[in-house]
């Protein structure tokens, strides 16, 4: 057989299903989201795509090398000047090497359309999450079912109640969402929607008269509005943007988290602790 021809067409279909895995990851959900919603493509979950573009990679650089190895004639033939002398940094080469760097640069400053790239990505992870709902937590879904209750202050044993009711097979409480979801052919956010109305109401303070406030926010606090993340949190909008404004924040209620973090040189993070501290008084 022919070495040759056997590198480029690997070469050939190797390129062809890394395009297809780079398309496919670009728009898949985060991982938080997709893992959640168990999202899954061709039959292939988010992690085995991932697997797949790893190895097709590799089988398409290691390809590439042999390419290189076999045309090696065609490659010194570019790299010749006019007096057939090989320079590296020929005409072509230079092209190359600009094109690649303004790529890179254009990409670490945001400029278009490099950013354009990566918003159209982070739009159709926005989508994504939309669509399928966030985790109440990073990888909830490997949480059991007993931690699961207690971080979200859901009833135990109504929640069990719940999923013998819907006849789901349950070991019991020390079994993780995602394994008593794979065990019924269910999504975790699924199992979750069988055992949300166990969740506990939110006992008032009685001494501050305000409810409790959480200490870190939920996945995607910074793709959401101010008005979205105070309705989430149950607190009052004109409240909190008097209150970040007294602060010294710049607050556009239109705006997302995240925008309002870069206006004021902050993390959304940052603005999170900023709006705890306003609904705290502290």
């Given at each position: 057989?022919?070495?040759?021809?056997?590198?480029?067409?690997?070469?050939?279909v190797?390129?062809?299903?890394?395009?297809?895995?780079?398309?496919?990851?670009?728009?898949?959900?985060?991982?938080?989201?997709?893992?959640?919603?168990?999202?899954?493509?061709?039959?292939?979950?988010?992690?085995?795509?991932?697997?797949?573009?790893?190895?097709?990679?590799?089988?398409?650089?290691?390809?590439?090398?042999?390419?290189?190895?076999?045309?090696?004639?065609?490659?010194?033939?570019?790299?010749?000047?006019?007096?057939?002398?090989?320079?590296?940094?020929?005409?072509?080469?230079?092209?190359?090497?600009?094109?690649?760097?303004?790529?890179?640069?254009?990409?670490?400053?945001?400029?278009p359309?490099?950013?354009?790239?990566?918003?159209?990505?982070?739009?159709?992870?926005?989508?994504?999450?939309?669509?399928?709902?966030?985790?109440?937590?990073?990888?909830?879904?490997?949480?059991?079912?007993k931690?699961?209750?207690?971080?979200?202050?859901?009833?135990?044993?109504?929640?069990?109640?719940?999923?013998?009711?819907?006849?789901?097979?349950?070991?019991?409480?020390?079994q993780?969402?995602?394994?008593?979801?794979?065990?019924n052919?269910?999504?975790?956010?699924?199992?979750?929607t069988?055992?949300?109305?166990?969740?506990?109401?939110?006992?008032?303070?009685?001494?501050?008269?305000?409810?409790?406030?959480?200490?870190?926010?939920?996945?995607?606090?910074?793709?959401?509005?101010?008005?979205?993340?105070?309705?989430?949190?149950?607190?009052?909008?004109?409240?909190?943007?008097?209150?970040?404004?007294?602060?010294?924040?710049?607050?556009?209620?239109?705006?997302?988290?995240?925008?309002?973090?870069?206006?004021?040189?902050?993390?959304?993070?940052?603005?999170?602790?900023?709006?705890?501290?306003?609904?705290?008084?502290?």
């Amino acid at each position: 057989m022919n070495m040759r021809k056997i590198t480029s067409m690997t070469m050939l279909v190797s390129l062809v299903l890394l395009f297809l895995n780079s398309v496919i990851l670009y728009v898949v959900p985060e991982g938080r989201v997709a893992y959640w919603a168990d999202w899954h493509f061709w039959g292939l979950s988010k992690t085995e795509w991932g697997d797949q573009h790893v190895t097709v990679g590799f089988l398409f650089l290691l390809a590439g090398l042999l390419h290189i190895y076999y045309n090696w004639a065609a490659v010194k033939s570019y790299m010749k000047n006019k007096m057939k002398e090989i320079k590296v940094f020929t005409p072509s080469f230079n092209m190359g090497l600009l094109i690649t760097v303004i790529v890179a640069v254009g990409t670490y400053f945001q400029v278009p359309p490099m950013s354009t790239v990566l918003q159209l990505g982070a739009h159709f992870k926005e989508a994504g999450a939309e669509k399928y709902g966030e985790p109440p937590y990073g990888h909830a879904e490997l949480s059991s079912l007993k931690m699961f209750s207690q971080k979200e202050q859901i009833d135990l044993d109504k929640a069990l109640a719940l999923l013998k009711e819907a006849g789901l097979q349950v070991e019991g409480a020390d079994q993780t969402l995602v394994a008593i979801a794979q065990n019924n052919r269910l999504a975790p956010q699924q199992v979750y929607t069988i055992i949300q109305p166990a969740k506990k109401v939110a006992a008032e303070d009685g001494k501050s008269g305000t409810t409790s406030f959480p200490d870190e926010p939920k996945p995607g606090f910074g793709r959401k509005t101010l008005e979205e993340a105070c309705v989430e949190l149950k607190i009052d909008l004109k409240a909190v943007s008097e209150g970040l404004q007294a602060k010294g924040m710049k607050v556009e209620t239109g705006k997302t988290i995240h925008e309002i973090a870069e206006d004021n040189g902050k993390e959304p993070m940052e603005i999170f602790e900023a709006i705890r501290s306003v609904v705290l008084g502290e």
